[in-house]
Every structure is written in structure tokens, then in C-alpha cells.
């Protein structure tokens, strides 16, 4: 009897976990959009390490995160107010198919041995500009997908999974793939992987959405969305937060090569565990933050988290033994995934359903669109000061910024609790959104 309980338990909070599994075209998007993210990561990791072979430069590879970002920063607002008002499946064929010709160019390149730091430096900006307009749009597509309001929420956290699963998985095999055919066939897979999101997307059955947007609507649009966001100081503030630990924290990956080679002295391999660590210690965030059913002290868990990651990151830059460095790496993953994470959840849950495409774009405007900035400073200080004592900065400015965040959670709570309420976010069934990143 105890053991039927007891599986009949488990097969319920199973069941409960992938309830968004449900509906068809979250289960197209799921399959597809995982695929695809591998290759992405698969492809991120070799860019940067073909990178650094090149040129045993930090500074370039700081420069190389630039351009592929900066675009993020610069056009985001103008895709949030096309993902409010346009067909967002349109779009995302479009952001997910173009990638595939950027894809299969630098494979070319690389796999012929006619690659050259200038190729990388503009592709880089090619899928930079593809990605300004597919992020936010597909945040946003989530809720087209998710036919009943109360399973949102799960289907952004089962989304969060599958980002930091494909985190975990991607660089893994990157690692091994470039040992033994070089980075040029990390560039052809990620090619072919993003056939599969395309034929997810165009095999949906979604309800047409109005597409038309005038030149004056659309930047009046852009200046609602920033008026909106920064004139209510709980959106305000999570922004800022962000932005923070955009500019000084997420840089960290652009010097993965560097602690990898030099400071570990390892290879390929090495750089692949060091950032398949970080995604499990993400993954395990994202599984505890879907497990929660209800909003309430997630402006809590932004402070701590972001101070975990914070204390993580400093303790990484100074450590040479390998195990400690991946231990570490997996406690900055969790830090960093529940505060980004947790940020997002709050966001969604008090943001207006009008304005939801123009908040998440200025979001990530904060979250990635900043990390260029973040990425060429990291890149210049650690050619400077070295990459140990640039992290060490980092994270200590990152644990600043949770303390003084903290400081404020008393009237941030008073502003978001009416709001949690009027949204179910009190209850303990599941609110209407809850994590992604």
C-alpha cells in the first residue's frame, strides 16, 4: 500500500512538473528549440576557443563578445514592440533560419583553414543583429503556445530547463568534437541542428496575430516601454540589478579559455567541463525554481542568489586545482540561474499582458544586451591586470549590488504583494509565470 502512496506520488509530481508538456506546440517548441540550443552552445564555446588558439588574445576575445551582443543592446526595444503587435511565429522562422547560413560560412571557412579573426568579428555581429529580434520574441512566444493561463508558468520554467540543459550538454560536446575534428564541425552541426526549431515552428498550429506596425507607432511604442518599465520601482530596480550583474559577472565566460589553458593548463576538453559544470549547477536552479508554486519570496532569493554567485566567482579566480574550480563553477551556476531566473519570474508576474514583449526586450537589453560592454572591459582589464584579478572585480562588485538590492526588498515587497494577489501569486497553485531566462 505504502509503495503505491508512494508512486502514485511521484507519477503526480512528475506529471506536475510537465504539464505543459501537454499542448502540441509546446511539445514541437520543446523538442526543436532543445536541438537547437545545443548546437548553440556547441558553437559559442568553439568561437571562442578558435579564438584564442588564433590569437592568445583576451582582449580579442573580449571583443568578439562585443559584436556579438552589442546588437542585442541597440535593437531590443525595437523588437519588443514587434513581438506586442506582429506575428512572433514569423519572426522566429526567420531569427532561427538565417543563424543556419552564419553556421555553415564559418564551418566553410574553418574547415578549408582560410579563418581569420576578422571572419569571426563579423559573423559575430551577423548573429548578433538575428538575435536582437529572436530573444525577446521568443520570450514572448511562450504564452501563444500555452493554451491555458495557469500552465504559463511551468512552460517558462520547463523553457529554463531546456536553455541549461543544452548549457550542460552543448559544451561537453564541443569539448570532445574539437579534439578530435576542430571547431569547424561544431559550426556545421549547429548549422544542421537549427533545421530542427525551424520545422517545429512551421509545423504549429497557431491563431494569427496582427501584423501590421506603422514607422510612428513603432518608436512611440519603444518610449511606452521605457516609460513603463523604469516608472514602477520593483521593474525599475530588477532591471538595474541585472544590468549589473550583466556588465561586471557575465563576462566571466569570455575568459574561459584563459583559466582553462593557463591557469588549469588543460585543453578543449577542460574548457568543455569547466562550462558544462557551470550548467549543471544552472540546471539544478532552474529544477528548484520550477518546483515552487508560488512567487512569494522570490525578491529574496534575487539578493541571496546573486550574492552566491557573487562570492562564487571570487573564490573561482583565485583557485589552480581543477576540482575546486568545477565545484566552484557549479555553485556560480546555481547563483546566477536562480537570480536571473527569480528576476524573470517577477517581472512576468507583474508586468502588464500589453506590455509583456517590450518588458522582456528590455530585459534583455539588461541581461545580454549589456554584456558587450562587459565582455570588451573584461577583455581590456584582463590584458592589463590578468584574468584572475578581473573576475575578483567582478564578483566583488556583484555582492555590492546584492547588499544594496537587499536594503530595499521592504518597499519593493509592499509595491508587488497587491499585484501577486490580483495575479494568484499567493495561492500555492502555480502563478501565472514563473521562470526562464
Same mark, same amino acid.
Given at each position: 500500500m505504502r509503495r503505491d502512496k508512494s508512486s502514485s506520488s511521484d507519477t503526480g509530481g512528475l506529471r506536475l512538473l510537465l504539464r505543459a508538456l501537454q499542448y502540441r506546440n509546446f511539445r514541437l517548441f520543446f523538442v526543436g528549440q532543445g536541438i537547437s540550443l545545443i548546437g548553440d552552445w556547441m558553437q559559442s564555446l568553439a568561437m571562442s576557443w578558435l579564438v584564442y588558439r588564433l590569437t592568445n588574445s583576451a582582449l580579442l576575445l573580449g571583443v568578439v563578445g562585443f559584436t556579438g551582443q552589442i546588437p542585442i543592446f541597440l535593437l531590443a526595444p525595437f523588437a519588443g514592440?514587434?513581438?506586442? #503587435?506582429?506575428?512572433?511565429?514569423?519572426?522566429?522562422?526567420?531569427?532561427?533560419?538565417?543563424?543556419?547560413?552564419?553556421?555553415?560560412?564559418?564551418?566553410?571557412?574553418?574547415?578549408?583553414?582560410?579563418?581569420?579573426?576578422?571572419?569571426?568579428?563579423?559573423?559575430s555581429l551577423f548573429l548578433g543583429l538575428v538575435n536582437a529580434f529572436d530573444i525577446p520574441t521568443r520570450q514572448a512566444f511562450v504564452v501563444e503556445m500555452v493554451e491555458k493561463r495557469e500552465d504559463l508558468g511551468n512552460a517558462i520554467a520547463l523553457n529554463s530547463f531546456m536553455f541549461n540543459g543544452a548549457r550542460l550538454v552543448g559544451p561537453s560536446i564541443a569539448g570532445i568534437?574539437?579534439?578530435?575534428?576542430?571547431?569547424?564541425?561544431?559550426?556545421?552541426?549547429?548549422?544542421?541542428?537549427?533545421?530542427?526549431?525551424?520545422?517545429?515552428?512551421?509545423?504549429?498550429?497557431?491563431?494569427? #496575430?496582427?501584423?501590421?506596425?506603422?514607422?510612428?507607432?513603432?518608436?512611440?511604442?519603444?518610449?511606452?516601454?521605457?516609460?513603463?518599465?523604469?516608472?514602477?520601482?520593483?521593474? #525599475?530596480?530588477i532591471l538595474l540589478l541585472i544590468g549589473l550583474l550583466s556588465l561586471v559577472g557575465m563576462p566571466y565566460s569570455v575568459l574561459m579559455p584563459v583559466f582553462a589553458r593557463d591557469i588549469l593548463h588543460g585543453g578543449p576538453s577542460t574548457l568543455g567541463f569547466l562550462m558544462a559544470t557551470w550548467g549543471v549547477g544552472a540546471l539544478v536552479g532552474a529544477v528548484y525554481l520550477a518546483s515552487r508554486k508560488s512567487v512569494l519570496g522570490l525578491e529574496k532569493m534575487i539578493a541571496i542568489a546573486l550574492s552566491i554567485f557573487g562570492i562564487g566567482l571570487v573564490v573561482f579566480s583565485?583557485?589552480?586545482? $581543477?576540482? $575546486?574550480?568545477?565545484?566552484?563553477?557549479?555553485?556560480?551556476?546555481?547563483?546566477?540561474?536562480?537570480?536571473?531566473?527569480?528576476s524573470n519570474t517577477v517581472l512576468q508576474t507583474i508586468v502588464d499582458d500589453d506590455k #509583456?514583449?517590450?518588458?522582456?526586450?528590455?530585459?534583455?537589453?539588461?541581461?545580454?544586451?549589456?554584456?558587450?560592454?562587459?565582455?570588451?572591459?573584461?577583455?581590456?582589464?584582463?590584458?592589463?591586470?590578468?584574468?584572475?584579478?578581473?573576475? +575578483?572585480?567582478?564578483? +566583488?562588485?556583484c555582492i555590492l549590488g546584492s547588499l544594496i538590492f537587499a536594503s530595499r526588498l521592504s518597499s519593493l515587497k509592499e509595491l508587488v504583494r497587491p499585484i501577486y494577489a490580483r495575479a494568484g501569486g499567493t495561492s500555492e497553485a502555480p502563478p501565472g509565470t514563473q521562470t526562464q531566462v
Open positions: 514592440v514587434l513581438a506586442d #503587435r506582429s506575428n512572433r511565429r514569423r519572426i522566429l522562422v526567420i531569427t532561427r533560419a538565417v543563424p543556419i547560413i552564419q553556421s555553415f560560412i564559418l564551418a566553410l571557412l574553418t574547415l578549408t583553414g582560410t579563418i581569420a579573426v576578422w571572419h569571426i568579428i563579423t559573423l568534437v574539437i579534439a578530435v575534428m576542430g571547431e569547424g564541425m561544431c559550426f556545421l552541426l549547429n548549422g544542421i541542428s537549427n533545421i530542427a526549431v525551424v520545422s517545429a515552428l512551421l509545423a504549429m498550429k497557431i491563431t494569427p #496575430r496582427k501584423t501590421e506596425v506603422q514607422v510612428a507607432l513603432l518608436l512611440q511604442g519603444v518610449k511606452e516601454g521605457f516609460s513603463y518599465a523604469f516608472g514602477f520601482a520593483p521593474i #525599475r530596480y583565485r583557485s589552480h586545482l $581543477l576540482w $575546486l574550480s568545477l565545484l566552484l563553477l557549479l555553485l556560480t551556476g546555481f547563483g546566477m540561474m536562480v537570480q536571473m531566473a527569480s #509583456r514583449g517590450r518588458v522582456m526586450s528590455i530585459y534583455t537589453m539588461a541581461f545580454i544586451g549589456t554584456a558587450p560592454f562587459g565582455s570588451l572591459l573584461a577583455g581590456s582589464l584582463a590584458s592589463r591586470i590578468g584574468a584572475p584579478n578581473t573576475l +575578483t572585480i567582478g564578483g +566583488t562588485l
